[in-house]
Nanobody, 113 residues
Framework: QVQLVESGGGLVQAGGSLRLSCAASGTAFSMFNIDWYREVPGKQRELVASITTHSSADYAAAVKGRFTVSRDNAKGTVFLQMDSLKPEDTAVYYC???????WGQGTRVTVSS
């Protein structure tokens, strides 16, 4: 059973960077597309970035040019590099494997102005 565990969140000043990781257990990780979502209280969970099994990436307009998603199948990990962070990027970030409907527990990102 695949489990997803996010890490790398924290507090950063506007303009700074963070790198989130989504580590997956199980040997089938390379077969899954992975999505990154973020959630702010009172708002719908928002799709931020996606990466396919072949490392083709797509981004929400709000983060395009600032965030980069990548994966290391050998390590069973997907990364979300977040640069030029803005206060509006403050949220809990989740990784998601849509094929199996699995979510991680989330990691909190706070960007101060």
């Amino acid at each position: 059973q695949v489990q997803l565990v996010e890490s790398g969140g924290g507090l950063v000043q506007a303009g700074g960077s963070l790198r989130l990781s989504c580590a997956a257990s199980g040997t089938a990780f390379s077969m899954f597309n992975i999505d990154w979502y973020r959630e702010v209280p009172g708002k719908q969970r928002e799709l931020v970035a996606s990466i396919t099994t072949h490392s083709s990436a797509d981004y929400a307009a709000a983060v395009k040019g600032r965030f980069t998603v990548s994966r290391d199948n050998a390590k069973g990990t997907v990364f979300l590099q977040m640069d030029s962070l803005k206060p509006e990027d403050t949220a809990v970030y989740y990784c998601h494997a849509p094929l199996i409907g699995r979510w991680g527990q989330g990691t909190r990102v706070t960007v101060s102005s």
